[in-house]
């Protein structure tokens, strides 16, 4: 294939800290043999900037026409038909997504040829904007233990934004219903559990100063922040992967495009082996419900 060209590569995508269009696309290079096995296979949409964060910015979920790089189509659920998303295979596929601009990578929960079928479940950990860390991590924490008392494996991303994401691998025997059962199910005993510290309100309004547990995003043609990925925001931080003895000590933003190639010499990807650990929905739904 041949090698993306960047386009006005100078251009200011970051004003703070100065990251240009060349300063991603070698982010994305550097990052290519941890991030392309977390989006092998999966519909992708993004969040772009054509003249940076400084300016407006879209998300997109349909891949620009001529793409140079693979696309599938995705059956919508609603009337708009066929949705061709983008579908990254090799380190040039990021690199054409940094020509894009694209500063946050989204992707499926689920893989092509069974797009009904997520192998992921994903609880977003959601703050109020006044966080405090200490509150916010000891939920992290309760997430954790309670999916393990229902025998899945819990995986722990900091998002690069205000909260965090315990993600849990699943075996894609369940269809995104089961799932999404399961997931509002595990929310809403974490909240009756905690329920001056934790809600499932949608609505702002009523959350008050509580951590918003939310599991929207298991649902068929939803996305979810992408391991590595860049995100929208002044610093330029990454949604990066931990091990859970990490969380006292890496703040959601934790990590930015300047720091986490020495992250990742020192430690390694702490999400490489996550395939191996996929469970069943509904042996953990069984679980969930024998507690009572």
């Known amino acids: 294939m041949t090698r993306t060209t960047i386009t006005h ?22 990052v290519a043999d941890v991030m392309l096995p977390h989006l092998e296979g999966r519909p992708l949409s993004l969040v772009r900037f054509p003249n940076g964060l400084a300016a407006s910015g879209f998300f997109q979920k349909q891949a620009p026409a001529g793409a140079p790089v693979h696309t599938v189509e995705v059956p919508a659920d609603n009337d708009r038909g066929q949705v061709e998303h983008i579908v990254v295979t090799d380190a040039d596929d990021l690199r054409y997504l940094a020509n894009q601009s694209a500063l946050e990578v989204h992707r499926a929960l689920s893989r092509v040829g069974a797009l009904d079928r997520p192998d992921l479940m994903v609880i977003d950990l959601d703050p109020p904007e006044h966080r405090d860390l200490t509150v916010l991590r000891r939920a992290v924490r309760a997430t954790r233990d309670l999916l393990d008392e229902i025998g899945l494996v819990p995986f722990l991303m900091a998002t690069g934004s205000s909260g965090y994401h315990v993600v849990t691998p699943l075996d894609a ?3 995104f219903d089961e799932v999404r ?17 934790l809600t499932t309100a949608h609505r702002i309004a009523d959350r008050g100063d509580r951590i918003y547990l939310d599991v929207g995003r298991n649902a068929y043609g939803q996305t979810a922040i992408a391991p590595y990925s860049p995100r929208a925001r002044p610093g330029a931080p990454v949604a990066t992967p931990l091990r859970f003895r990490e969380l006292s000590r890496v703040a959601p933003d934790g990590h930015t495009v300047a720091s ?12 490489a082996d996550i395939g191996s650990h996929a469970r069943s ?4 739904r069984g679980r969930l419900d024998r507690l009572g």
């Open 173 to 175: 025997t369940a269809d």
């Open 260 to 271: 986490i190639g020495r992250r990742l010499a020192r430690t390694g990807d702490p999400w």
């Open 9 to 30: 590569p100078d251009k200011v995508l970051y004003p703070e800290p100065g990251v240009t269009k060349a300063d991603l696309a070698r982010y994305y290079e550097r």
């Open 181 to 197: 059962g399961l997931a509002r199910a595990v929310a809403a005993r974490l909240e009756a559990a905690d329920p001056a510290g």
């Open 281 to 284: 929905a509904a042996a953990a």
